[in-house]
T-cell receptor
């Protein structure tokens, strides 16, 4: 009954490599998000897609490129990985129904990225 | 944008005592305030939320209060148990894009 799933769960790689993280939700939501959680546990939004359209693009290095092939999937590709990219990356999804109806965001299990 | 401040950063209580975590926000247009619990190595999970047209909401041992005038909201946990130990995040949503602005988290430890 996994609602939001991510792969891989762990990712250990060398500096300079390119890697991708995948996210899928089966909740029928129209909006998906990528968050980065640093070593101090701070959760910060990176990107958001609504119906496959990019709607939130925070100040993130352009080495990070999200892609949403359909409403149920949101992937994150990272080029030229750096030590500072080491963090836990969470995918989340929700349904947006206008100003009056903010819906709960459900998080995936996270991808623990370690760049050596 | 929105700025969410959360206090305290750590909180230790004895089992059975109450715990209170407080958050303030900066933008009076914020309209949705969820609280998430994150256990070690796990994902953040919603435990309770409140919308701007409500002043208080309760769910068993957990309650949230919202003071729109003062722009602050609080999480109250009564009769704490060791399994309540986790990091708790408050958040505020501004606008229609679902953007959540998180506080920096409170590490709650409940001692048996």
């Amino acid at each position: 009954d996994t609602a939001v799933s991510q792969t891989p769960k762990y990712l250990v790689t060398q500096m300079g490599n390119d890697k991708s993280i995948k996210c899928e939700q089966n909740l029928g939501h129209d909006t998906m998000y990528w968050y980065k959680q640093d070593s101090k546990k701070f959760l910060k939004i990176m990107f958001s897609y609504n119906n496959k359209e990019l709607i939130i693009n925070e100040t993130v290095p352009n080495r990070f490129s999200p892609k949403s092939p359909d409403k149920a999937h949101l992937n994150l590709h990272i080029n030229s990985l750096e030590l500072g990219d080491s963090a836990v990356y969470f995918c989340a999804s929700s349904r947006i129904e206008g100003v009056a109806s903010q819906e709960t965001q459900y998080f995936g299990p996270g991808t623990r990225l370690l760049v050596l | 944008g929105e700025n969410v401040e959360q206090h305290p950063s750590t909180l230790s209580v004895q089992e059975g005592d109450s715990a209170v975590i407080k958050c303030t926000y900066s933008d009076s247009a914020s309209n949705y305030f969820p609280w998430y619990k994150q256990e070690l190595g796990k994902r953040p999970q919603l435990i309770i939320d409140i919308r701007s047209n409500v002043g208080e909401k309760k769910d068993q041992r957990i309650a949230v209060t919202l003071n729109k005038t003062a722009k602050h909201f609080s999480l109250h946990i009564t009769e704490t148990q060791p399994e309540d130990s986790a990091v708790y995040f408050c958040a505020a949503t501004l606008g229609t894009l679902g953007r959540l602005y998180f506080g920096r988290g409170t590490q709650l430890t409940v001692w048996p």
